[in-house]
């Protein structure tokens, strides 16, 4: 894949502007505008600007389709805007911003990374800030400082970021390692989830081990499951609602939320609705409705009434 | 691998009086590596085991470190990569890596004046040690540095061995891949054993 921007090129002072229809051929310019409908083919550019409908093949391959408002400025400083429907080469830039169905083909590196609407990209994802409101179908893995999600995101391979913040749905298909992790809704996360902190209201599926100094689960809704889960503060509740109409729901026993894990280690546990082989820890307390195959503990154990555990074990 | 060999988690942890948040904890920083996490079947189900002398080591070594440096630059300790440290012949004297003396001598040896990389820095760590101890001739040091670097090229960064020898006088070394067993010959008298891992790690805490 050829980086887009091995073709800034300095030398161009020259402008070229379709208004209508037209088309470029060749040629080497500075920036290139197309006001209507205009293709330009084998031609190098420091910078593009679609209104309406076009596309642009410079003379490494890497292409920009726009339809509606397009604007690509190569170089570190420079940036990818589309606004309506279009794709882009990845490169280097300062921002990326996606309004409407963007896709960006190869990989990307900026400062600032924005989606509204659906976003597609077929390379891995390096920004400082990453924002995604709506869709986001990401091929390659993702690396971000700040990352935030109001939406649904899909990243195909693994993602590392300081800060997660998950308002609606993510699906990670291999490892998910933060500092600090807020969901809000629903996670799917393959392998791996590690973390200073992780708080997760709603549910979620992690095929791995769930790694985190503070682990702070607030179940909602439907199932959540880890296959092992290990840290030193571990809270497991059931979310607690607080709008009338899901507070009725919930205390009709409609929805009833479980926390299913092989196994929970840490240092201090408090469990609710949680169904697990093996629990062991210092202090432990296991709360209403819970199913626990075996409990070693070291410090102190509490068990509700009606908590279920069938070998308990002082160590 | 029997079972004298390796350690439940369980007992581990009581052995070294740490708790499951600090594994944890030091399992994310990667300062215990991922493949000593060892998941083997038992009647009570699936437990965790770890090679014994190895974790044991480990955690002693981060429990000393733990207050000096951060956890994310004891992971670096640990690390095996052996990547893009590059420093200034300054830096090195000023760490006390190296004898100032020796490091003209090696420059000398090299013909070029380009910077140090960490494979470099390595051989100059170990070379430095055994001339202050007296143990080898600064000639018998270049045959040493040779055999190091070309040995480590061949074996892609296994951890290995190196062993320093002379019979009658004359000076000889091999780098070798553990595990193997070696039978000298009589008039061999081995000189010194320095494990490069070990080596690594030492001199990594000196770069941090």
């Known amino acids: 894949m050829n980086n887009f921007n091995d073709s800034v090129n300095e030398a161009a002072e020259y402008s070229a502007k379709i208004s209508g229809t037209g088309e470029i051929n060749g040629g080497n310019y500075n920036d290139i505008t197309i006001n209507g409908s205009g293709n330009v083919r084998n031609a190098d550019y420091n910078s593009i600007n679609i209104s309406g409908s076009g596309s642009a093949t410079d003379k490494n391959g890497n292409t920009v389709k726009i339809h509606g408002h397009g604007h690509v400025e190569k170089g570190e400083n420079g940036s990818i805007r589309i606004s309506g429907s279009g794709s882009a080469a990845g490169g280097t830039y300062n921002t990326v911003k996606i309004s409407g169905t963007g896709m960006i083909t190869g990989d990307i590196r900026c400062n600032d990374f924005s989606a509204s609407g659906t976003c597609k990209a077929s390379g891995n994802i390096k920004s400082d800030k990453m924002s995604i409101s709506g869709t986001a179908d990401i091929q390659g893995t993702v690396n971000a400082s700040d990352f935030k999600v109001n939406g649904t995101a899909s990243i195909r391979k693994n993602m590392t970021c300081k800060n997660a913040n998950i308002s609606g749905s993510i699906d990670i298909k291999e490892s998910l390692n933060a500092q600090i992790i807020n969901i809000n809704g629903s996670s799917k996360i393959g392998g791996d989830c590690s973390a200073e902190r992780f708080e997760s209201f709603g549910s979620f599926e992690i095929g791995g081990l769930l790694n985190a100094d503070d682990i702070n689960i607030h179940l909602y809704m439907h199932k959540s499951q880890s296959r092992e889960i290990g840290g030193e503060r571990i809270n497991v509740t059931v979310g607690r609602h607080r709008f009338g109409v899901l507070q009725a729901i919930s205390a009709l026993g409609i929805y009833n939320p479980k926390l299913e894990t092989d196994l929970i280690e840490g240092n201090e546990i408090v469990l609710e609705n949680t169904t697990s082989k093996v629990v062991r820890g210092n202090n432990i307390t296991i709360g209403k409705d819970c199913s626990i195959g075996l409990v070693e503990y070291t410090g102190s154990l509490k068990k509700s009434p009606d908590a279920v555990v069938t070998e308990e074990r002082k160590i | ?208």
């Open chain 2, 1 to 208: 691998m029997n079972n004298d060999d390796i350690i439940s988690k369980k007992d581990l942890l009581e052995l070294t009086d740490i708790s499951y948040g600090q594994l944890y904890r030091w399992k994310r920083k990667g300062l215990i590596p991922e493949e000593w996490f060892i998941r083997k079947s038992t009647f009570t189900g699936q437990e965790t085991f770890f090679p014994k002398a190895q974790v044991l080591a480990r955690i002693e070594k981060i429990k000393n470190m733990k207050e000096d440096i951060s956890l994310d630059e004891l992971a670096d300790v640990f690390s095996p990569a052996v990547d893009s440290v590059s420093l200034a012949a300054n830096e090195l004297v000023k760490r006390n890596i190296v004898i100032p003396g020796l490091l003209e001598q090696y420059q000398e040896f090299r013909h070029n004046n380009e910077p140090l990389d960490f494979n470099d820095i390595l051989a100059l760590y170990i070379l430095n040690k055994l001339i202050d101890s007296g143990k080898i001739s600064l000639d018998e040091g270049r045959l040493m540095i040779e055999v190091l670097n070309e040995g480590m090229i061949k074996f892609n960064s296994e951890p290995c061995e190196l062993l320093l020898m002379r019979k009658l006088g004359v000076f000889s070394c091999l780098l070798i891949s553990p595990p193997c067993k070696l039978y000298p010959d009589k008039g061999i008298r081995i000189i010194e054993k320095i494990s490069i891992p070990t080596a690594i790690e030492e001199l990594k805490v000196k770069l941090v």
